[in-house]
């Protein structure tokens, strides 16, 4: 797989996950990278991306304030901090470049929230 996300889980509400993906190393640096999520019965979407330098960050309305994306270029790594999670946070969250430039995707990594 192009894309291996892991790091999600069962958590309760209000707890934290940080979630991790290793992507393709060939000319990592010079892509936004972004995390998507796909929840039950409805279309992937886009929560977050981050610039190819790592200086600028954008995040979706739903998830703004509680969710934070990170990046090391010297190891091709994009990450996710989820904090204050939320049940309808769940879902399978997913790494990809951003935009026009998203490829095959990769397994996802699934995310539970439940008390």
């Known amino acids: 797989a192009l894309f291996v996300e892991s790091g999600g889980g069962l958590v309760e509400p209000g707890g934290s996950l940080r979630l991790s993906c290793k992507a393709p190393?060939?000319?990592?640096?010079?892509?936004?990278m972004s995390w998507y999520r796909q929840a039950p019965g409805k279309e992937r979407e886009w929560i977050a991306r981050?610039?190819?330098?790592?200086?600028?960050?954008d995040y979706a309305g739903s998830v703004k304030g509680r969710f934070t994306i990170s990046r090391d270029n010297r190891k091709s790594t994009v990450s996710l901090q989820i904090n204050n999670i939320k049940p309808e946070d769940t879902a399978v969250y997913y790494c990809?470049?951003?935009?026009?430039?998203?490829?095959?995707w990769g397994q996802g990594t699934q995310v539970a929230v439940s008390s």
């Open positions: 990809n470049r951003n935009g026009d430039y998203v490829t095959t």
């Open positions: 190393e060939w000319e990592f640096n010079t892509y936004v």
């Open positions: 981050i610039s190819s330098r790592g200086d600028t960050t």
